[in-house]
């Protein structure tokens, strides 16, 4: 069952990145490139998670995962500071 809802994780991750980022292609407005941009570091995020329980269990993974979602959620951050004029 959790091997499920690691799956379920990266692909709604991973549908929510192109759909920002089409949105972005769209209209052009910045503030989706940046969410659109979290997004992907969280799909890898969610790819390195089920590498890491369900690929290679005995390897520990837990810095790369750590790594990307630092950068995604910096990434939005920074996009959010960069687009509050």
């Known amino acids: ?9 990266a ?3 991973a549908a929510c990145a192109a759909l ?3 949105g972005y292609r769209a209209s052009g407005h910045r503030l989706l490139f940046w969410s659109g941009l979290c997004f992907v570091f969280l ?4 790819v390195f998670l089920v ?3 369900l690929v290679y269990p005995g390897v ?7 790594s990307f979602s630092f950068l995604g959620v ?3 951050l920074f996009g959010l500071i960069w687009e509050s004029d």
Do not use: I, P, Q, W
């Open 1 to 9: 069952m959790a091997e499920a809802v690691y799956v379920l994780c």
């Open 11 to 13: 692909l709604t991750s």
């Open 20 to 22: 920002l980022l089409r």
């Open 43 to 46: 799909f890898l995020n969610n």
């Open 60 to 66: 520990d993974l837990s810095l790369v995962r750590t």
């Open 51 to 53: 590498m890491d329980k």
């Open 74 to 76: 910096g990434t939005l």
